[in-house]
Structures are given as structure tokens and as C-alpha cells.
């Protein structure tokens, strides 16, 4: 841990499960009651814009009633206290990381609080709903979307990640069942550089198998016991 120079953190669902987020693949998660694919793809959106925009409008409103927990603030610890490189890469498209405070931070699948105008392709700060086609505050052309990562869409900083990828020592896994590309591949990325790979999750994700160590249990328990390991 002494010698630490350069960690690179990939955060998913899980790290936010215990303030209340649903994550996607638990038997009550996310997407129960909606197919995947009826939601989150581009091809659900132009079929079916009104139901999309409603699950994302409900999504976005439901972030007022949720706070960031001991994992995230603890993560926000390690980003201001850390001397060395340091790149927190989440999935989550809540924003509860940088509501704890954290810094080095980048969304690599969108973010609900901001809308992509299809028309312009600026992306734009957003609080309230998208359905009822609200015009762009860019072009005004009524043709906004969630700025998410949908499937078969390339998710964003993708460059600035990889580069992190092959110069850290150490990669960690928090919160994600290794289940959607390319995030389930940045551990080989990691260790092909030769970085040390550590994973926190409640349960062996499906690629547990190539961490170094895995340490198993709830997020809001373990990530702060790591950040203290890390920091002392
Ligand atoms: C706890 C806990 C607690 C619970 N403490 N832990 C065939 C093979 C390989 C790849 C593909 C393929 N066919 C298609 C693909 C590519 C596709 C893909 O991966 N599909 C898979 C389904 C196979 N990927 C894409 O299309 C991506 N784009 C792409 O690949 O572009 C081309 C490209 C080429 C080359 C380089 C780069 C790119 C885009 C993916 C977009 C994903 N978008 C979503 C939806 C966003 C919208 C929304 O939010 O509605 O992002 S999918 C969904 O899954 C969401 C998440 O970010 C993502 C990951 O989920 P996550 O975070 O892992 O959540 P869960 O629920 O799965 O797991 C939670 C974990 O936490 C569990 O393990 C729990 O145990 C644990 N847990 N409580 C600790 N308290």
C-alpha cells in the first residue's frame, strides 16, 4: 500500500444499493417489470419515447430522496487525502459520488441529471422531466434524450480510461456483477499492465476469477475499511 502511485476504481450498482438505489440485476432491480431491451437501448427510445422518458423521469426525481452512504464518502475521503494518481470510473448514473464530495470522478454511462439534444448534440444540466419533449436551452428543437449509455451505444472516455488502465498499480472492483462490457473487461485491461486487481462486492461478481483478492461483503462496510488501509 506504501508504494501505491496510481489506483484506478470502477465503481457499479452496488455501491449505491445501500442508499436506496435499485440495482439492475437483482430479482427486485431496476429493470423488473421492464424489459431491458423495452428501456434501454436506442432502438426502445424510437420506438417508444414516452415510456423511456417516463422511466428515466421517474429515475431522475427518485435522486432527491437518496444520499450518498459510507462507500462513496469514504471513496470522496480517499480522492481529497490520496497524494497519488487517482481515477474513480462509475457506471452508476446517479450522482451520489460527487454529491459526497469526490473529485477525480467520470460517468462512463451518461448521467441522469443531464439531457442529449439529438438535434445540436450538446448535453445539458437537467433536474426536471424530458417527457413532454421540453426544447433543447442549446438549438431549441424539442428533441431530447436521457444522456445515458444505452446498450450497443460506446460509453463515454473511453480513451482517458484506458490510458488510466495501463499506467495504475492498482485497479479496484466495487459493486458490479462484471456482467456488461466494456467495464466487465477493464480487470484484464489492468492486469495485462501488470496492476495489482482488488475486488469489493456482496458476492463473487462473474469475473471474480481474475482479481487478485476479492473481499466480499456490503460496500458501505468494506470500502471504508480498505480507504483506511490505503491512507494509513
Ligand atoms: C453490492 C451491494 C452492496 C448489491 N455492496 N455490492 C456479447 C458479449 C460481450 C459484450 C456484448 C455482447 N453483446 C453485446 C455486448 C456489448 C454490451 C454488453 O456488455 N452486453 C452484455 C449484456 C453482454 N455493451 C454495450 O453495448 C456497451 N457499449 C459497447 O460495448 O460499445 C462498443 C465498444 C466497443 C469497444 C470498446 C468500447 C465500447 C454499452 C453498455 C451500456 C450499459 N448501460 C446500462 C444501462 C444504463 C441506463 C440505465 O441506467 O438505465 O448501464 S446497463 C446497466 O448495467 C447499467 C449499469 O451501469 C451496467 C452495469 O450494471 P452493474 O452496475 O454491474 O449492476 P448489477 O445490478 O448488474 O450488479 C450489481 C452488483 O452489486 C451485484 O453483483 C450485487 O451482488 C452487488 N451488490 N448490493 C456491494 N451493498
Not at 115 to 127: K, R
Not at 131 to 148: F, Q, S, V, Y
Not at 165 to 175: E, H, K, P, R, W
Given at each position: 500500500m506504501?508504494?501505491?502511485?496510481?489506483i484506478?476504481?470502477?465503481?457499479?450498482?452496488?455501491?449505491?444499493?445501500?442508499?436506496?438505489?435499485?440495482?439492475f440485476r437483482?430479482?427486485?432491480?431496476?429493470?423488473?417489470?421492464?424489459?431491458v431491451e423495452?428501456?434501454?437501448?436506442?432502438?426502445?427510445?424510437?420506438?417508444?419515447?414516452?415510456l423511456?422518458?417516463?422511466f428515466?423521469?421517474?429515475?431522475?426525481?427518485?435522486?432527491?430522496?437518496v444520499?450518498?452512504?459510507?462507500?462513496?464518502?469514504?471513496?470522496?475521503?480517499?480522492?481529497?487525502?490520496?497524494?497519488?494518481?487517482?481515477?474513480i470510473?462509475?457506471?452508476?448514473?446517479?450522482?451520489?459520488h460527487e454529491r459526497?464530495g469526490?473529485?477525480?470522478l467520470?460517468?462512463?454511462?451518461?448521467?441522469?441529471?443531464?439531457?442529449?439534444?439529438?438535434a445540436?448534440?450538446?448535453?445539458?444540466?437537467?433536474?426536471?422531466?424530458?417527457?413532454?419533449?421540453?426544447?433543447?436551452?442549446?438549438?431549441?428543437?424539442?428533441k431530447?434524450?436521457?444522456?445515458?449509455?444505452?446498450?450497443?451505444?460506446?460509453?463515454?472516455?473511453m480513451e482517458?480510461?484506458?490510458?488510466?488502465?495501463?499506467?495504475?498499480?492498482?485497479?479496484?472492483?466495487?459493486?458490479?456483477?462484471?456482467?456488461v462490457?466494456?467495464?466487465a473487461?477493464?480487470?484484464?485491461?489492468?492486469r495485462?499492465?501488470?496492476?495489482?486487481?482488488?475486488e469489493?462486492n456482496?458476492?463473487?461478481?462473474?469475473?471474480?476469477?481474475?482479481?487478485d483478492?476479492?473481499?466480499?461483503?456490503?460496500?458501505g462496510?468494506?470500502?471504508?475499511?480498505?480507504?483506511?488501509?490505503?491512507?494509513?
Amino acid at each position: 500500500m506504501a508504494e501505491l502511485q496510481s489506483i484506478v476504481i470502477l465503481t457499479g450498482a452496488g455501491i449505491s444499493a445501500e442508499s436506496g438505489v435499485p440495482t439492475f440485476r437483482a430479482a427486485d432491480g431496476l429493470w423488473e417489470g421492464h424489459r431491458v431491451e423495452d428501456v434501454a437501448t436506442p432502438e426502445a427510445f424510437a420506438r417508444d419515447p414516452g415510456l423511456v422518458q417516463t422511466f428515466y423521469d421517474a429515475r431522475r426525481a427518485a435522486l432527491a430522496g437518496v444520499v450518498p452512504n459510507a462507500a462513496h464518502r469514504a471513496l470522496a475521503k480517499l480522492d481529497r487525502d490520496f497524494a497519488g494518481e487517482l481515477l474513480i470510473v462509475t457506471q452508476n448514473v446517479d450522482d451520489l459520488h460527487e454529491r459526497a464530495g469526490a473529485e477525480r470522478l467520470l460517468h462512463m454511462h451518461g448521467e441522469l441529471k443531464r439531457a442529449l439534444c439529438l438535434a445540436c448534440g450538446e448535453s445539458h444540466g437537467w433536474a426536471g422531466d424530458l417527457r413532454g419533449a421540453p426544447a433543447c436551452p442549446g438549438c431549441g428543437a424539442a428533441k431530447l434524450r436521457p444522456d445515458i449509455v444505452w446498450f450497443g451505444e460506446m460509453p463515454y472516455e473511453m480513451e482517458r480510461i484506458e490510458a488510466a488502465l495501463a499506467t495504475c498499480d492498482l485497479f479496484v472492483s466495487i459493486g458490479t456483477s462484471g456482467a456488461v462490457y466494456p467495464a466487465a473487461g477493464f480487470v484484464q485491461t489492468a492486469r495485462y499492465h501488470r496492476a495489482s486487481t482488488l475486488e469489493m462486492n456482496l458476492e463473487p461478481s462473474a469475473g471474480t476469477g481474475w482479481f487478485d483478492e476479492a473481499r466480499h461483503g456490503p460496500a458501505g462496510v468494506l470500502v471504508p475499511a480498505w480507504v483506511e488501509e490505503v491512507l494509513s
